[in-house]
Nanobody
Framework: EVQLVESGGGLVQTGGSLRLACVGSGYSFNDYHIGWFRQAPGKEREGVTCIDTFNGKTYYADSVKGRFTVSRDNAKTTVYLQMNSLKPEDTAVYYC??????????????????????WGKGTLVTVSS
């Protein structure tokens, strides 16, 4: 059974940092791209970042560029999301997701939820002002 499990969420003050982790199991995690999405209360889910498993290329939403960093440790089948300089508007449930077709090119489509076949249940990040 494919599983993606997020951890690391919590309550942090404005300007603080958190590191989220996404651990994959039950499939060839290292063969697929991993994205992070978030959904704030009352808003649609949006793409935050994605890391290409083949070339390590990373993509970021404009709202998090320069503050968030995505990385992966294939030996641990884990992708991390380091979030710095957090703002109240970063408050959301954060989900990791995996593409399900090996070789998919996501450079122009990484924010499209349809690119991803597997999803975690999410972890809540709350940034207080």
């Amino acid at each position: 059974e494919v599983q993606l499990v997020e951890s690391g969420g919590g309550l942090v003050q404005t300007g603080g940092s958190l590191r989220l982790a996404c651990v994959g199991s039950g499939y060839s995690f290292n063969d697929y791209h991993i994205g992070w999405f978030r959904q704030a209360p009352g808003k649609e889910r949006e793409g935050v970042t994605c890391i290409d498993t083949f070339n390590g290329k990373t993509y970021y939403a404009d709202s998090v560029k320069g503050r968030f960093t995505v990385s992966r440790d294939n030996a641990k089948t884990t992708v991390y999301l380091q979030m710095n300089s957090l703002k109240p508007e970063d408050t959301a449930v954060y989900y990791c997701a995996s593409t399900g077709i090996a070789g998919t090119v996501v450079e122009d489509t990484w924010t499209d939820e349809d690119e991803y076949d597997y999803w975690g249940k999410g972890t809540l990040v709350t940034v207080s002002s």
